[in-house]
């Protein structure tokens, strides 16, 4: 929801990695291109390479919330859709061994408000004020069950991340990254240096 901190988490947890392994995609409202392709083109085409750390804020879920909460698309196609993104996540996995993290940075309604309330008080925060987001707080409980009804049918699971402190909230992501990424079986490169040749090569 807006508020939780997306921006902020994705700064603190990855500001210490080296950016060549990195992409950083924020899914906005759609574009004319992608509303011309089915609802995961624009997100197939943002997925990682192989070796790569690839950081969605928002994402396919983002259609079969908002869209659903509004009233743009009927219940037949909110399932249909979430068929289609269980298949795909399935595809990332299977076949590109891709790890993938889902987190719902959870807050209440009323550290929404003090949120978005900072954004009008704080000239530092001035910048992040969208009057959208007002409009969409209105709709609260029907974001709850839309946000209830994806968690509870996906087939990877979602880490649920309590946001409401700042500090435990960017500690819980780093901490179910850690653990994550530490079941990979990596073996990192070493050079192997011929120091009469001059000759670096690389191996595993």
């Known amino acids: 929801m807006d508020g939780s901190g997306k921006d902020s988490v994705v700064h603190r947890v990855f ?3 080296r950016i060549t392994g990195l992409t950083l995609t924020a899914f906005k409202k759609p574009t004319e291109e ?4 089915d609802f995961l083109w624009r997100v197939h085409k943002a997925t990682p390479r192989r070796g790569m750390i690839a950081i969605f804020n928002r994402s396919h879920y983002e259609d079969i919330l908002i869209q659903r909460v509004h009233g743009w698309i009927d219940q037949k ?12 996540e399935e595809l990332l996995a299977f076949d590109n061994n891709t790890q993938i993290f889902k987190f719902y940075l959870h807050i ?5 408000k003090k949120q978005l309330l900072e954004r009008l008080e704080d000239p530092d925060k001035y910048w992040k004020h969208n009057p959208n987001d007002w409009k969409e707080r209105e709709h609260w409980d029907a974001y709850m069950t839309a946000y209830e009804y994806a968690i509870n049918q996906s087939v ?9 402190d700042r500090w435990y909230r960017d500690y819980f992501v780093a901490r179910a990254l850690v653990e994550g990424l530490e079941q990979l079986p990596m073996q990192p490169s070493r050079p192997e240096v011929n ?10």
């Open 15 to 17: 500001s210490a990695c």
């Open 34 to 37: 992608e509303l011309a392709h």
């Open 77 to 88: 196609r909110v399932e249909q859709r979430m068929n289609a993104i269980n298949a795909f």
């Open 108 to 112: 209440s309604k009323e550290e929404q």
């Open 156 to 164: 990877i699971p979602w880490h649920i991340c309590p946001a409401g």
């Open 195 to 204: 120091f009469l040749s001059g000759d670096y090569r690389k191996f595993s």
